[in-house]
């Protein structure tokens, strides 16, 4: 085990908690110098393009980093094609779609819980906090997308208006104001998640006669199935899916950098369909330059 920082205080602090005598100034001789298997880039966004590329090089045989992914969309397209090309998980934050409840609950929608899927919902496309899109089974096709304003202290320019999106086999994504952290709709029920509350689920058990003659949907909440989401989150569960990754037992981590990558370019573009008041952006987009800006602590 080993660590590197800047910092000079902070890289003592951090190997006296850890016991550390392997600790560096210089990432990039801590990398060269040390075999290791497992690398955390915990640096501000600027610098993670830069070091998940290096660490790929020194053979590191699982990396995940802090969210946001990336600034832009050629950094993130370098972060995730070295990964790709040598094999390498790719975990891009510690948020909640990392708790093994999200794996339950995508197994639950592929198993047909609630039935065929007609839509998924939520409150925005989020790039460095996505769950959203975890549960697409294929790539995003358009969008369209509306209402980006300006923040007032001229910081982050993340897209806070609202939209939608279509993947290639016609799943559709609903980014609305006030709406869930995650709702999936089906045609037998469906699931919601919000951070206050974990994962709710809803099945439609049948019908039922009304007064005037008619018939209405008799829809029921049932019992969540182990695990429910209980906060707090965190790297344990990046850690987790990249060791199941490396033992076979997991394609990519719930948070990959290809799925990172994925949101971060819809909501690039969800922020030009707005600047061209609602116009239809093809995906892939052509220009890779495309960035989103952050608040200062990222």
């Known amino acids: ?3 590197a920082d800047r910092d000079k205080n902070r890289l003592q602090a ?22 290791l298997d497992i690398v955390a880039i915990a640096t501000n966004t600027r610098g993670r393009a830069f070091l ?45 779609t990392t708790h093994p409840s999200f794996e339950r609950a995508r197994n639950l929608v592929r198993d047909g819980e609630i039935g065929e899927v007609y839509s998924l919902e939520t409150a925005g496309p989020s790039a460095q906090h996505q769950g959203w899109c ?22 982050s320019d993340e897209f806070n208006g609202q939209g939608m999106l279509s993947t290639r086999d016609g799943q559709i994504v609903h980014f609305r104001k006030g709406a869930p952290k995650l709702r999936v709709s089906g045609s037998r029920g469906e699931i919601t998640f919000d951070h206050n509350t974990g994962w709710r689920m809803w099945q439609n058990i049948g019908t039922m006669d009304t007064p005037d003659g008619d018939q209405r949907p008799v829809i029921v909440e049932k019992p969540w199935p182990f695990p429910q989401f209980l906060p707090p ?24 950098g290809r799925r990172v990558a994925m949101a971060l370019e819809v909501e690039i573009a969800l922020k030009e369909s707005s600047r061209q ?6 995906l892939p987009l052509e220009d890779r330059s495309g960035r989103l800006n952050y608040d200062w602590f990222r």
């Open 277 to 282: 008041d609602g116009a239809r952006v093809d």
């Open 233 to 256: 989150y965190g790297a344990v569960y990046c850690l987790d899916d990249i060791i199941r990754c490396l033992e076979g037992d997991l394609d990519e981590p719930k948070n990959s």
């Open 134 to 155: 975890y549960f697409l089974n294929s790539e995003p096709a358009w969008v369209v997308g509306s209402g980006q304003t300006v923040r007032k202290d001229g910081l």
């Open 14 to 35: 951090f190997g006296e908690r850890y016991g550390l005598q392997a600790i560096y100034t210089d990432g990039l001789e801590m990398l060269r110098k040390e075999n």
């Open 1 to 3: 085990m080993a660590g």
């Open 52 to 96: 998940t590329v290096k660490a790929a090089e020194a053979g590191a045989k699982g990396i995940f980093t802090e969210k946001p992914m990336a600034h832009t969309l050629e950094e993130a397209d370098r972060m995730v094609g070295i990964c790709k090309d040598r094999g390498i998980p790719l975990c891009c934050g510690a948020i909640t």
